[in-house]
């Protein structure tokens, strides 16, 4: 209590737009107690794997990477696979960066030995 009222003293707040509220503990809600039980075990529970935690760009990117992976994957058993025979992995071709949709739909036409 110490600690948050020398927090509130040390902002622009004037302690009239401030009210504080006592709430009780869990004490008599259900699931609460059960919830307050199971999370006092976890903290003393020495086979419980900490987890570290990740943020959304560090999880979009490992799920990119375990779906590339898992395409590669895909991508080496295919058997009787035209493209997989000019095309030996599932990397991405580089294209220059300077091509218009078109140009790509051609280059990658001529790569794949289709012609229109």
Known sequence: MKY???TISNTNYQFNDI?????P???GIEGNEKADMMAKQATSDQTIEMLNFLSKDDLKRE???IIINLWCKEWHLLRDNKLREIK???DRWINPTNLTREQEIILTSLRI???S
Do not use: Q, R
């Open 113 to 115: 030995g289709h012609s």
């Open 88 to 90: 030996h992995t599932a």
């Open 4 to 6: 948050l009222l020398s």
């Open 19 to 23: 009210t504080l509220t006592w709430i």
């Open 63 to 65: 799920a990119k990477n």
């Open 25 to 27: 503990s869990h004490t």
